[in-house]
């Protein structure tokens, strides 16, 4: 029996909402409907895709190879059905933490009138290319390389770093803060996407013990318990406003690049125009 697009649909639910109760009702089916249709498909493919606990599920490594295919498929078929029903062309724009920060607002305003017969679609997808690999986007902004096969990225702008700490921490009192004096504390850092790595510190002076964490909420969290502090784009500290963390200029550290990253295969026809239009929204003033 081959697969069919309700097993897809309740497969990407059940990665997206983290529990079969919880993906039924983002489906509007019940528990047991999603569970039979992700065992059906499990059939179909002959191999395990979920490890099942009592508490959380997770893929199996056959289940994140198929997870890349299930969502370029979900993406065809969604485009399928928006042409099929004459609805407007949209280009989804992915990102990993944060958009363009500042020039988010500036971004849409502007969309609106050079792509009038195009909708834009912002998509928050924490993978390394925000959503590319995985088929979900037409576009991603990066604030790292991108190191996947077949993803191909421009320049478009660069944006300051930033120190977020707690509002109690010692340094929260100063205009803006060095990579020395970041160094004296835990570091708060999301290993795949993030753009914050041991290399931005001179050897020697790099801070003694790096926390990972899973997504901006998680960095926060942590951030705001005063355990750890973060670097980050301009971007984070313009987009992610917390209570009890607050946010410092590094002085003397190196910008963060800002890429818009496209794949071989589907990239909007008018891309150079998207890179324009986000080269001139960066160059009017510093991030």
């Known amino acids: 029996m081959d697969p069919d697009f309700r097993q897809l649909r309740c497969l990407a639910a059940l990665l997206d909402a983290g ?5 039924a009702i983002d489906l509007g089916i019940s ?10 498909l499990e059939r179909a493919l002959g191999t395990r895709l979920v490890h099942r606990t009592t508490r959380t599920v997770a ?28 609805q407007p062309v949209a280009v989804r724009i992915g990102y990993a933490w944060s958009a363009l920060g500042e020039h988010t607002t500036d971004f849409q305003r502007r969309w609106t009138g050079d792509f009038p017969d195009t909708e834009l679609e912002l998509v928050h997808n924490n993978t390394p290319t925000a959503g590319l690999s995985e088929g979900t986007v037409d576009l991603a902004i990066l604030r790292r390389p991108p190191e996947s096969a077949g993803i191909h990225y421009v320049q478009v702008g660069e944006e300051k770093r930033y120190c977020a700490m707690s509002s109690d921490d010692e340094l929260a009192g100063k205009r803006s803060v060095t990579l020395a004096q970041v160094a004296h504390s ?18 020697g002076s790099q801070p003694q013990k790096f926390i990972p964490i899973r997504d901006v909420d998680d960095w926060l969290t942590l ?23 607050v946010y410092r200029p590094l002085r003397d550290a190196a910008p963060v690049a800002v890429y818009l990253a496209w794949a071989d295969a589907g990239a909007p026809r008018d891309v150079q125009r998207v890179i324009d239009l986000l080269v001139s929204l960066y160059g009017k003033g510093r991030s």
């Open 19 to 23: 529990t079969f109760t919880d993906a």
């Open 186 to 203: 835990a570091l708060a850092v999301d290993t795949r996407t993030g753009s914050t790595t041991r290399d931005l510190w001179p050897v």
């Open 223 to 245: 951030i705001g318990s005063g355990k750890a502090r973060g670097v980050t784009a301009a971007a984070t500290a313009h987009q992610y406003r917390r209570r009890g963390v």
């Open 59 to 86: 893929l199996t490594e056959a289940g994140e190879r198929a997870m890349v295919h299930v969502r370029r498929a979900l993406a065809a078929v969604d485009e399928l059905l928006r042409e099929a029903r004459s």
């Open 31 to 40: 528990q047991a409907a999603v569970s039979r249709n992700i065992a059906a």
